[in-house]
């Protein structure tokens, strides 16, 4: 089944201890990117990837960092969570460069900082 | 004043109802309008994709794309309890940015 996992599902933390949250794709997708879902915000780009090695900031990247070591996985990184990154986080991706460009979403990281 | 700007709702409609579903935008450039549906404790998915102006339907589903006002419409013919969801509009100049302007989506609720 074509699909993106993420993993954990939910997350309760600490200022300031590092975690990691995975996302990975079976679908051979070149694109791939994190956002972030806040009431009253809406869904906001973290970081995205073009293809391996390849990432750039979104529209928040502020806290988070990114690595694409290899093309199915995009693994998000809060070196020092705080509070403000209390949300639900997603991760999609998608195959082709031209439109539709369908992003398939992971199920959701709903992550609380505490 | 945000690029896409879409009414939170809530929107509460009887089963069988036409539903309209909005978004405004203030880009010209935009090319490419998408619908998205997400369920609650879901991802979005795709629900349809118009490119430039016109109309697409899909089943009970219609998107319509007017440019010249910069508004697009999702319509939904015969609701379902099953489309009760939030939609939300996304959309993206021609090229190869990649990046989506999302609305902040519509929440619906149809009641059987």
């Known amino acids: 089944e074509a699909q993106v996992t993420q993993n954990p599902r939910y997350l309760i933390t600490v200022t300031g201890k590092k975690l990691t949250v995975t996302c990975s794709q079976n679908?051979?997708?070149?694109?791939m990117s994190w956002y972030r879902q806040d009431p009253g915000l809406g869904l906001r780009q973290i970081y995205y990837s073009m293809n391996v090695e390849v990432t750039d900031k979104g529209d928040v990247p502020e806290g988070y960092k990114v690595s694409r070591k290899e093309k199915r996985n995009f693994p998000l990184i809060l070196e020092s969570p705080s509070p403000n990154q209390t949300s639900l986080y997603f991760c999609a991706s998608s195959l082709s460069p031209t439109p539709p460009d369908t992003q398939y979403f992971g199920p959701g990281t709903r992550l609380t900082v505490l | 004043q945000k690029e896409v700007e879409q009414d939170p709702g809530p929107l509460s409609v009887p089963e069988g109802a036409i539903v309209s579903l909005n978004c405004t935008y203030s880009?010209?450039?935009?090319?490419?309008f998408m619908w998205y549906r997400q369920y609650s404790r879901k991802g979005p998915e795709l629900l349809m994709y118009t490119y430039s102006s016109g109309n697409k339907e899909d089943g009970r589903f219609t998107a319509q794309v007017d440019k010249s006002s910069k508004y697009i419409s999702l319509f939904i013919r015969d609701s379902q309890p099953s489309d009760s969801a939030t939609y939300l509009c996304?959309?993206?100049?021609?090229?190869?940015?990649?990046?989506?302007?999302w609305g902040l989506g519509t929440s619906l609720a149809v009641n059987p």
């Open positions: 880009n010209s450039a935009f090319q490419y």
């Open positions: 679908m051979n997708h070149e694109y």
């Open positions: 996304a959309m993206r100049n021609a090229g190869n940015n990649r990046k989506l302007i």
